[in-house]
């Protein structure tokens, strides 16, 4: 008979994958950003695929960007902002414990105005 633990354990949705800025970048619109992946907090179980990235710009004026990794974890994540101003990187596992990393960048350039 399973246990609630089992079922739903203690760090079930937990923030346990660690995004960070390539050391040296500047986030500027319409270039490459570059964003590490540290899953060394998911030890001893690690994540389990699919896991889903995003990238959410502050003003939602411009496409929400999403990819799917099925085969691979990666080690590195990389988009092009089309607009300037805060944004929202997150990687996360789509199911088994729903963990998560999350990192808000400041980008350089013009923010897209909604009308």
Same mark, same amino acid.
């Given at each position: 008979? !399973?246990? $609630?633990?089992?079922? +739903?354990? @203690?760090?079930?949705?937990?923030?346990?994958?660690?995004?960070? /800025?390539? &050391?040296? %970048?500047?986030?500027?619109?319409?270039?490459?950003?570059?964003?590490?992946?540290?899953?060394?907090?998911?030890?001893?179980?690690?994540?389990?695929?699919?896991?889903? !990235?995003? $990238?959410?710009?502050? +003003?939602? @004026?411009?496409?929400?960007?999403?990819?799917?990794?099925?085969? /691979?974890? &990666?080690? %590195?994540?990389?988009?092009?902002?089309?607009?300037?101003?805060?944004?929202?990187?997150?990687?996360?596992?789509?199911?088994?414990?729903?963990?998560?990393?999350?990192?808000?960048?400041?980008?350089?350039?013009?923010?897209?105005?909604?009308?």
């Amino acid at each position: 008979m !399973a246990v $609630v633990d089992e079922v +739903s354990p @203690a760090s079930y949705g937990e923030d346990r994958i660690v995004l960070s /800025l390539v &050391p040296g %970048q500047t986030p500027r619109q319409f270039e490459a950003v570059l964003v590490d992946v540290d899953y060394s907090a998911c030890d001893p179980a690690g994540v389990v695929l699919p896991l889903e !990235a995003s $990238v959410t710009q502050e +003003s939602g @004026a411009t496409t929400f960007q999403r990819q799917t990794f099925e085969r /691979l974890a &990666p080690t %590195q994540l990389a988009f092009v902002p089309r607009e300037g101003g805060q944004m929202l990187i997150r990687l996360a596992e789509k199911h088994h414990n729903r963990w998560f990393g999350a990192l808000e960048i400041t980008v350089a350039g013009e923010l897209v105005v909604r009308r």
